[in-house]
């Protein structure tokens, strides 16, 4: 069974620029979330969707963090003006659901460094 | 604020030995609470996880024990091994949501 895609898989990008990220979950996986883990700390929930529909985005920066997906497959997570401290891995999950627990697989990531 | 705090943040164990990680939750709505180990360069990967009707789990070296009075849970890693050493987190999810909250990670070496 093909895991979580996401791409790039690394980023390098001066303050107030913008970027893009992009995720693949695993078919049929009706859930998925972005999470972002700053070096040294465990992953903190960004967005959750239910298929194309979103479920939780309460830690989301709205100003300057976008994310959509379309279709209710792919994800792309936005960042406009990128800032410093938005240095950090943005990892990818998905699930079967989302009521009750199960379980998430997560992809590998994408390390952006804002410089 | 819904926290899990987790130690320590860094464990030595000599391979063979008994690794042990601890976290306390706040949250009394809680009710599952998974552990997940994460290789440099690679997502988190669930290891086990345990819902506080049972007080333990165990799933070949790997065994959650849980307090539910104490809000506390632990992981022990039996015979630990140098191909355990990773980074760490316990989580815990709301009823009704997978969304996770985790703690800031344990990074466990086994030394040969």
């Known amino acids: 069974e093909a895991g979580v895609a996401q791409s790039p898989r690394y980023k390098i990008i001066e303050k107030r620029q913008s970027v893009a990220f992009w995720c693949n979950p695993i078919?049929?996986?009706?859930?998925l979330y972005w999470y972002q883990q700053i070096l040294g700390q465990g992953p903190k929930l960004l967005i959750q969707?239910?298929?194309?529909?979103?479920?939780?985005d309460s830690q989301l920066p709205k100003d300057r963090f976008s994310a959509e997906r379309l279709k209710g497959v792919d994800s792309t997570l936005k960042i406009q003006p990128a800032k410093l401290e938005d240095s950090a891995v943005y990892l990818c999950?998905?699930?079967?659901?989302?009521?009750?627990?199960?379980?998430?697989?997560f992809g590998q990531g994408t390390r952006l460094t804002v410089v | 604020q819904q926290q899990v705090k987790q130690s320590p943040q860094s464990l030595i164990v000599q391979k063979g030995g008994i690794s042990i990680i601890n976290c306390a939750y706040e949250?009394?709505?809680?009710?599952?609470f998974p552990w997940y180990q994460q290789f440099p360069g690679k997502g988190p990967a669930l290891l086990i996880a345990?819902?506080?009707?049972?007080s333990e789990k165990k799933e070949g070296r790997f065994t959650i024990s849980f307090n539910k009075s104490a809000k506390q849970f632990s992981l022990h890693i039996m015979d630990s091994q140098p191909g355990d050493s990773a980074t760490y987190f316990c989580?815990?999810?709301?009823?009704?949501?997978?969304?996770?909250?985790f703690g800031k990670g344990t990074m466990l070496l086994v030394s040969p």
């Open positions: 345990i819902r506080p009707d049972v």
């Open positions: 989580a815990a999810s709301n009823p009704g949501y997978s969304t996770l909250t």
């Open positions: 969707f239910q298929n194309n529909g979103v479920v939780d």
């Open positions: 949250n009394t709505a809680f009710d599952y």
């Open positions: 078919s049929g996986h009706a859930t």
């Open positions: 999950a998905s699930s079967l659901g989302y009521r009750g627990f199960t379980e998430a697989f």
